[in-house]
T-cell receptor, first 114, second 110 residues
Framework: GAGVSQSPSNKVTEKGKDVELRCDPI?????LYWYRQSLGQGLEFLIY????????KSGLPSDRFSAERTGGSVSTLTIQRTQQEDSAVYLC????????????FGDGTRLSIL | GESVGLHLPTLSVQEGDNSIINCAYS??????FIWYKQESGKGPQFIID?????DKRQGQRVTVLLNKTVKHLSLQIAATQPGDSAVYFC?????????FGGGTRLMVKP
């Protein structure tokens, strides 16, 4: 498909474990964003990447959260030493350029911390 | 409307009627606005966007209205169908990022 692809779609893990979430953006999109959505809530910005520029990490809630984008395409969001409050849906979006462009979302990874 | 925790504002409409979903935004410097539809278990789906140099933009069965004076955005859906049932989010941007509102749940009664 031509849309944003995220994996896994669901992840259940024990408190204290590390998790990696993957995002494949739409081909040719230079901007990539990560959001978090708790049950019944809006979207909370985490981080974005634009081309080869340094990422904007201003939304990351703690130093347990990090993200990489390799080769300007695939991105991985890593959460270390997971806590129960990390349980949420993690959404990835991409857009042709940064700012003033519609962001196109994947269906997210539903993360549950036991 | 804006949400508070799990209690999303809900708009219930009869199938075939028109729906109007409202959103108040906070940043007077915002120059780009967008509406998303989110169905259960899915990511937000782009519906329509508008830039601040416009007051109105129409798509297929949808119209977005922007009132910059009172910082208000609305989404109108004509002839609402059961498939329109979802949570609708508005978002605003004054630069590189989108800031999302809390969402409104639209329920369509057959």
């Amino acid at each position: 498909g031509a849309g944003v692809s995220q994996s896994p779609s669901n992840k259940v893990t024990e408190k204290g474990k590390d998790v990696e979430l993957r995002c494949d953006p739409i081909s040719g999109h230079t901007a990539l964003y990560w959001y978090r959505q708790s049950l019944g809530q809006g979207l909370e910005f985490l981080i974005y990447f634009q081309g080869n520029s340094a990422p904007d990490k201003s939304g990351l809630p703690s130093d347990r959260f990090s993200a990489e984008r390799t080769g300007g395409s695939v991105s991985t969001l890593t959460i270390q030493r997971t806590q129960q409050e990390d349980s949420a849906v993690y959404l990835c979006a991409s857009s042709r350029a940064i700012g003033g462009q519609p962001q196109h979302f994947g269906d997210g990874t539903r993360l549950s911390i036991l | 409307g804006e949400s508070v925790g799990l209690h999303l504002p809900t708009l219930s409409v009869q199938e075939g009627d028109n729906s109007i979903i409202n959103c108040a935004y906070s940043n007077s410097a915002s120059d780009y606005f967008i509406w998303y539809k989110q169905e259960s278990g899915k990511g937000p789906q782009f519906i329509i966007d508008i830039r601040s140099n416009m007051d109105k933009r129409q798509g297929q069965r949808v119209t977005v209205l922007l009132n910059k004076t009172v910082k208000h955005l609305s989404l109108q859906i004509a002839a609402t169908q059961p498939g329109d049932s979802a949570v609708y989010f508005c978002a605003e941007s004054a630069g590189n990022m989108l800031t999302f509102g809390g969402g409104t749940r639209l329920m369509v009664k057959p």
